[in-house]
């Protein structure tokens, strides 16, 4: 009986120390998620543009992505400036946008392009990063939380 806490208190130091690593493997694997869904939007986005021939701000009010950015052109802000609203968070953004106010259709599918290929280049170093580093912070949770019981004991 006199064990019981003892055991009790290092099941919840490992507990606690295992939710802290899958915590942190948890927030790569949000940000996998997050520029595999923008690559899927950018690839409709350009579709509606080359098909469809509809302007810009149609084109962002179809998407649940950009949908905040068409609400910014609407109001008369730049594209830079509308595509703030958007919940977006990735390298050359600010690019990206200042290439959507290019005067033909197809100087914008090219940047819509090139965008495109960074954000791709982001995923894929967000997948070898949540492979390398996500078993690693599990291994460090479980680590650390049998490290804290030895020395408790």
Known sequence: MRYCPKILGAAMVMTASLTLGLAARRRLADRVRELDGLRWELGRLRARMAGCAMSLEDCFAQSELFAPAAEGLRLGETAAEALARCAIETQGLALFASGLEAETLEGQLRNL????????????????????????????????GAAVCVVLA
């Open 113 to 144: 392009d090139l965008f495109a290929e960074t954000v791709a280049a982001s995923a894929a170093s967000a997948k070898e990063e949540l492979d390398k580093k996500g078993r690693l912070y599990l291994g460090l949770g479980a680590l650390s």
